[in-house]
């Protein structure tokens, strides 16, 4: 179990280890203040579900890039427990398992390759569903740019994880205006927050990613305590008073 990790040992092991990007080394140093605050309890579980349909293309070494970060963040902060999930193709919907080692899920992600077909976002919500009837997922992030299903079948969903205190985090590539709609409803049921994905925000995006990372570990009270300008940015969303 993670919280049986020396706390003692916490400065100098992640002095030699953090990343060189400045916002990487404070999301560490706040998931681990996170990890010591709440010993005695659980790791925190965020599942990662990624659209691998052929329209993502373009973008997905980028998307691949700015996960994988999130992945080496949460990896040496040690603190929580991923999982990724991703779909493609005709019905395949594959999910890992959790695991505080990310760096297998770090390959595991380099290795998916697009393949066209519909959206398949019901299942990643359902699978969230049943993941945290077993046992708390405290946040949900999805990376997509389409939505081809019954949207009040994905809202009811989305509700159900907002009553299990599941927000879905929402980043939408592209600017497709169904898509939109119905992602900000699924973030707005299950009181989590959307932010647009394109290449000109890669930067605010991997700083939001080890945001939402930050809240899985340590609620708002975390993002409260760090608040950089991206903790309250999601502070503001998740409190209704962000973009629209």
């Not at 976002?121 to 969230?128: N, S, W, Y």
Request: net charge positive.
């Amino acid at each position: 179990m993670n919280e049986k990790r020396p706390p003692a040992t916490t400065s100098t092991s992640v002095a030699r280890n953090v990343s060189k990007s400045a916002e990487i080394d404070a999301f560490v140093r706040q998931a681990r203040a996170a990890m010591i605050q709440n010993t005695g309890q659980d790791a925190g579980r965020l599942t990662l579900a990624m659209d691998a349909t052929m329209s993502r293309q373009p973008t997905w070494d980028l998307a691949c890039s700015l996960q994988a970060e999130m992945f080496d963040a949460v990896g040496k902060a040690g603190s929580l427990n991923v999982q990724l999930i991703y779909f493609r193709g005709l019905g395949e919907c594959r999910a890992s398992k959790f695991v505080a080692d990310t760096a297998s899920l770090k390959n595991l992600m380099t290795k998916i390759t697009c393949q066209g077909g519909q959206t398949q976002i019901g299942k990643v919500l359902a699978h969230t569903l049943a993941e945290t009837g077993k046992k708390k997922v405290n946040a949900l992030v999805y990376i997509g740019d389409a939505m081809e299903e019954n949207v009040d079948d994905l809202a009811e969903k989305a509700g159900r994880l907002g009553l299990h205190g599941t927000p879905v985090f929402i980043f939408q590539e592209g600017r497709d205006s169904a898509a939109e709609i119905a992602f900000k409803e699924i973030a707005r049921l299950s009181k989590g927050a959307w932010f647009r994905f394109d290449r000109q925000s890669a930067a605010t995006l991997a700083k939001l990613l080890a945001t939402v990372a930050v809240y899985a570990t340590g609620g708002l009270k975390a993002l409260e305590q760090r608040g950089t300008p991206h903790d309250r940015l999601m502070i503001e969303n998740l409190r209704g008073s962000g973009p629209k």
